[in-house]
């Protein structure tokens, strides 16, 4: 290898590419397996805050991998590999399920009553049989009621969007289930869109929260997002909050709720109950800007 030449380079190129081939095998094959069993899959609750309230108003599910040997795995690192392998739909399944079920459990324990948002893949929405029959199950099988279960869709699936799932977005919101635009602001665009889609929420994407503080431009954007949002009678939540700068910034802008590290990282299901049983609040952000004004 200390004497590099084209052929042994090339050699040594395509063992790499086949080893990450092979890799993703391994790891599908593996995902397939955790999908047969319980266990593997768990599902993390990241809480949203009310900016009136203060208080937890919903939370959203998002899936982590429990792999044998490689520890907690991060959606990240395997959603993709589901969504090429189309084992998306067996998880998809598996994660509202689970969610729905969890729900239900909380009600059933006392805790307040919280919506419970759960993300969706494209290839989800691109069966929307299944998609129906899915959220039907996952539903009566919990005795979850459908108010409860918000189903998030990213802004570039929406763009994508057929006029089938348009009906199936109608479909599921005559059930009662609410449905979100996740990670807005990073697709096109269009928003026209916006007007033809059945949604509740928006949910301005991490990127214009981060600068907020230091990109007037960020803020801008969130402001007329909010605006806009308000005038078509929908909520808008803010993803990633990190800072106090950020919170205060995005109540200004008009944001109804808040999630992100500053109040919350995504937690077991334990630790969120705990934190929901506590009736956890925002810290008391506003008093201190009402006493820096005194
Ligand atoms: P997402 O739906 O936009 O979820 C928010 C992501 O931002 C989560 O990452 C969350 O941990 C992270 N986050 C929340 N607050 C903060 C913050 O203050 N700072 C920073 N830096 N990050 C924050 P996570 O759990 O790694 O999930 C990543 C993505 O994977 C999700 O983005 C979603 O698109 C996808 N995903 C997660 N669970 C599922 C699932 O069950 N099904 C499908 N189809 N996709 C999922
Ligand atoms: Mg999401
Ligand atoms: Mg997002
Ligand atoms: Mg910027």
């Given at each position: 290898?200390?004497?590099?030449?084209?052929?042994?380079?090339?050699?040594?190129?395509?063992?790499?590419?086949?080893?990450?081939?092979?890799?993703?095998?391994?790891?599908?094959?593996?995902?397939?397996?955790?999908?047969?069993?319980?266990?593997?899959?768990?599902?993390?609750?990241?809480?949203?805050?009310?900016?009136?309230?203060?208080?937890?108003?919903?939370?959203?599910?998002?899936?982590?991998?429990?792999?044998?040997?490689?520890?907690?795995?991060?959606?990240?690192?395997?959603?993709?590999?589901?969504?090429?392998?189309?084992?998306?739909?067996?998880?998809?399944?598996?994660?509202?399920?689970?969610?729905?079920?969890?729900?239900?459990?909380?009600?059933?324990?006392?805790?307040?009553?919280?919506?419970?948002?759960?993300?969706?893949?494209?290839?989800?929405?691109?069966?929307?049989?299944?998609?129906?029959?899915?959220?039907?199950?996952?539903?009566?099988?919990?005795?979850?009621?459908?108010?409860?279960?918000?189903?998030?869709?990213?802004?570039?699936?929406?763009?994508?969007?057929?006029?089938?799932?348009?009906?199936?977005?109608?479909?599921?919101?005559?059930?009662?289930?609410?449905?979100?635009?996740?990670?807005?602001?990073?697709?096109?665009?269009?928003?026209?869109?916006?007007?033809?889609?059945?949604?509740?929420?928006?949910?301005?994407?991490?990127?214009?929260?981060?600068?907020?503080?230091?990109?007037?431009?960020?803020?801008?954007?969130?402001?007329?997002?909010?605006?806009?949002?308000?005038?078509?009678?929908?909520?808008?939540?803010?993803?990633?909050v990190e800072t106090e700068g950020q919170l205060a910034?995005?109540?200004?802008?008009?944001?109804?709720?808040?999630?992100?590290?500053y109040?919350?990282?995504?937690?077991?299901?334990?630790?969120?109950?705990?934190?929901?049983?506590?009736?956890?609040?925002?810290p008391?952000w506003?008093?201190e800007r009402?006493?820096?004004?005194?």
């Open positions: 290898r200390a004497v590099f030449d084209q052929a042994s380079g090339f050699q040594l190129y395509r063992a790499i590419l086949s080893d990450e081939a092979h890799e993703r095998l391994i790891l599908e094959g593996q995902l397939h397996e955790a999908l047969q069993g319980a266990g593997q899959l768990e599902l993390h609750y990241q809480p949203q805050a009310s900016l009136a309230s203060g208080r937890i108003v919903a939370v959203e599910a998002l899936v982590r991998w429990r792999h044998p040997t490689r520890g907690l795995i991060p959606p990240a690192q395997f959603i993709p590999l589901a969504e090429a392998s189309g084992l998306i739909i067996a998880l998809g399944e598996r994660v509202l399920h689970t969610a729905c079920q969890q729900a239900a459990d909380w009600q059933r324990a006392g805790l307040p009553a919280i919506t419970m948002a759960v993300n969706l893949a494209s290839a989800q929405w691109a069966q929307p049989g299944a998609l129906v029959a899915t959220v039907r199950s996952a539903l009566s099988s919990s005795g979850l009621e459908p108010q409860w279960l918000e189903l998030e869709l990213t802004e570039s699936t929406s763009m994508h969007a057929p006029t089938t799932t348009i009906e199936v977005m109608k479909q599921l919101r005559k059930m009662g289930v609410h449905l979100s635009i996740d990670d807005f602001g990073t697709g096109y665009c269009n928003l026209s869109y916006l007007k033809r889609f059945p949604v509740d929420k928006l949910k301005i994407d991490r990127s214009f929260v981060s600068d907020i503080t230091t990109d007037p431009d960020d803020l801008a954007i969130s402001r007329t997002v909010a605006a806009m949002a308000h005038q078509l009678g929908l909520e808008v939540v803010a993803e990633g910034l995005l109540a200004e802008a008009g944001c109804d709720l808040i999630q992100g590290f109040f919350s990282r995504p937690l077991p299901p334990d630790a969120c109950a705990s934190m929901m049983a506590d009736r956890a609040t925002l008391p506003r008093k009402e006493q820096q004004t005194l």
